[in-house]
């Protein structure tokens, strides 16, 4: 029998972030914790899981579905079944934005660009390739190169006001390229600018923006520069959900939710959820 | 734990009866070069096989040896030794794998056939058809053996096929014929060569009726299987030891059918797969979509050693427009018509098209194909980064998400 305040939850181990999202039975966000992946995925996402039931005071017990996702999906010990990242995000995002969607998530180690029809069905997606370039791990990288902290960055750029533009595909050679900047004398958080404006030049190349566009993702939540750049680029509004590093993480719960009922309907005997 | 799924493929039977053709063919290689008769020609892949064969040359294709060093996974470490003298890690890795072990001295055929070197050419043949790196390649290795370097220089991105190309082509065929006289030390014998043409013919078309049981639900073979059941096609087109291993084949995977024994448990997606296969990941792979309830059951590459137009009747004309029509050789629009037609008669989900890095000649992706067919046939593609045989460009974790979010997403259309 199932407990009479079910919980469903969602797990997204990314390979920089492990991201837990607990939601209520009416899809309320009630609980979440956010930390690094670190070497021992099952630990970090056991860690996380308490943190997130805490939260929403809710106990192991009332766990009525769990799937995990990301890269670190198979680790989970608590999980109930798994799936993409691409359709957690697909499905996290599709919650807060019911209709055709494109939606864009930088993480830390990738990027995905998913497309959604109005019926919330997916279309067509693409992850990013064998490269940094466009992800958490570039800036994470220039930051290093800079010697700024990695929070710094977003306050930093706002500041820019002559941004300096980095011509090349490749976080080696962008690298070469800000240490060439400095050298100049370019101002630093004009430079920053340019990393971040380098991002989004790479995530628009992996697909058209079509539709509405949503952003979500680590970068995007510690970031928000970004999202007013790629308006920029694009000349048009962008969404961003509540808490945009855990769509991954509420996408999985809703999976959960889906499959706990589904189980509720093949076993008429039980009483339903919620 | 969310525990990953064991599967069970099951196994072809004639695939031990291919072992042997294999091991035979090898071993037949081998004692010619350690004697010096036959003479052993070399010979690129879809090149002029059935004239060197007529002349009675063994042939010897580097191809197929380069991808037993992808599928041993061998290659990955001799690649750089090709780099290093020069071939750039960007071109065909089966061309820098091939030599880079040759210049190490070590080949997959020592622990496979207990062979210890591949054998020595009494003369190169290639055809452009493909790419232009075959020539480099043959040409390092005339000069290394010292041996006589031939060649056919065959149009690229053809649209239609017309008169003009076959005439063109069928010229450089018959110019072949007084330099390998010379080399084969006999006069050629155009009888010889009709029936080297029919037993090629015999052989494709076998083969084509082998690849085509995949239209059966379920499917009696994967892309999989076929990459490795394709050697006879490839090494033996033109010999009658290929003809009977097929016919053995063949009548197994008819039967299959028959019991409805599909090759993937439990079957409920089915892809065409465009471009090379990844060697040193078959058989992952394989596991990869089993364990999806999914069926690689098709591909461009497999159905690349279908040589329809063979006639013997007109050998020299029939082999220029056999080897002009092939896939590789055509313009977009006539891939995308030839494309169309396999999804339709393999009743296909969905596509997967492998962009290898280091073979752009069948990486059919670049050129927004994968848009124009899904906007034609509204079936949808996936596309994964790879290479036939540098692992240095592939992840793994990549490719299997990517895979699997594929299959959700064709799940979802389903409802
Ligand atoms: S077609 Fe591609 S894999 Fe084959 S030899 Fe040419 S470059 Fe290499």
Request: aromatic share 8%; with cysteine.
């Amino acid at each position: 029998m199932t407990p009479a305040a079910p919980v469903y939850v969602g797990t997204d181990v990314g390979a920089s972030r492990t991201k837990v999202a607990v939601l209520d039975a009416s899809k309320r966000l009630v609980g979440w914790e956010v930390r690094p992946s670190g070497i021992d995925f099952t630990v970090t996402a056991r860690q996380c899981l308490e943190q997130a039931l805490a939260m929403a005071g809710a106990s192991e017990e009332q766990i009525a579905g769990a799937v995990s996702t990301g890269y670190g999906r198979k680790n989970v010990d608590y999980a109930r079944d798994t799936r993409t990242e691409i359709g957690c995000h697909a499905a996290g995002c599709y919650h807060y934005f019911p209709t055709a969607i494109t939606i864009i998530d930088i993480g830390g180690q990738d990027n995905k660009v998913i497309k959604l029809d109005a019926a919330g069905r997916r279309t067509s997606f693409k992850m990013n390739r064998k490269c940094a370039a466009g992800t958490g791990a570039f800036l994470e990288e220039m930051a290093a190169r800079l010697a700024i902290p990695l929070e710094g960055m977003n306050a930093l750029a706002a500041r820019s006001t002559d941004m300096v533009k980095l011509g090349s595909f490749c976080t080696v050679f962008s690298a070469t390229e800000v240490l060439e900047n400095i050298r100049h004398g370019k101002k630093i958080e004009d430079i920053v600018k340019g990393v971040f404006f380098s991002v989004i030049r790479r995530v628009v190349e992996m697909d058209a923006m079509t539709a509405e566009v949503v952003m979500t993702g680590g970068v995007v939540a510690h970031n928000p520069i970004i999202v007013q750049m790629m308006e920029d680029l694009i000349g048009r509004p962008i969404r961003v959900p509540e808490k945009p590093q855990l769509t991954g993480a509420i996408g999985a719960a809703l999976y959960a939710m889906s499959a706990a009922s589904e189980t509720v309907t093949l076993n008429p005997m039980e009483e339903p959820n919620g | 734990m969310a525990e990953e799924k064991k599967v069970v493929r099951k196994k072809i039977a004639a695939a031990a009866d291919l072992n042997n053709f294999m091991r035979d063919y090898y071993l037949e290689l081998d004692a010619a070069a350690q004697k010096g008769s036959p003479k052993i020609a070399w010979c690129t892949s879809v090149g002029p096989a059935e004239i060197l064969r007529a002349f009675g040359f063994l042939v010897y294709f580097p191809e197929t040896h380069s991808a037993m060093l992808g599928a041993t996974r061998m290659a990955t470490e001799f690649i750089p030794e090709a780099n290093a003298i020069g071939y750039s890690p960007d071109i065909c890795s089966y061309l820098t794998a091939d030599i880079g072990a040759f210049l190490k001295g070590v080949t997959p055929l020592e622990k496979a056939f207990n062979i210890k070197s591949v054998p020595k050419p009494d003369v190169l043949v290639f055809n452009t058809n493909q790419c232009r790196d075959v020539q480099d390649w043959f040409n390092w290795y005339g000069e290394k053996f010292d041996a006589p370097v031939l060649g056919v220089h065959t149009y690229r991105g053809v649209g239609e096929v017309t008169d003009k190309h076959i005439v063109s082509i069928a010229k450089q065929l018959e110019a072949l014929i007084p330099p390998l006289e010379k080399i084969a030390g006999r006069p050629f014998d155009i009888e010889e060569l009709r029936r080297t043409v029919a037993l090629s013919r015999e052989c494709s078309e076998l083969w084509k009726k082998i690849l085509d049981t995949a239209a059966a639900r379920p499917a009696p073979l994967t892309f999989f299987d076929g990459t490795t059941l394709m050697g006879p096609a490839v090494v033996g087109r033109g010999t009658q030891k290929a003809v009977d291993v097929y016919k053995i084949l063949l009548a197994e995977l008819e039967e299959r059918i028959r019991k409805g024994e599909g090759a993937v448990e439990n079957e409920k997606f089915r892809i065409y797969w465009d471009g090379m296969p990844v060697w040193g990941r078959l058989s992952a792979h394989s596991q990869l979509f089993s364990s999806l309830n999914t069926n690689v059951l098709a591909s461009t590459y497999c159905n690349s050693w279908i040589f329809s137009a063979l006639d013997p009747k007109d050998p020299f004309t029939s082999m220029a427009r056999a080897y002009t029509e092939l896939f590789i050789v055509r313009a977009d629009e006539a891939k995308e018509a030839y494309i169309r037609n396999m999804l339709n008669f393999f009743s296909v989900d969905g596509i997967i098209y492998h962009d290898a890095k280091t073979c752009p000649n069948n990486s059919n992706c670049r050129y927004g194909m994968p848009q124009r067919l899904e906007k034609q046939t509204g079936i949808p593609s996936l596309t994964i980064n790879g290479d036939l045989n540098d692992l240095r460009m592939i992840s793994d974790e990549q490719t299997k998400t990517n895979v699997e979010a594929f299959i959700e997403q064709l799940q979802e259309r389903r409802g």
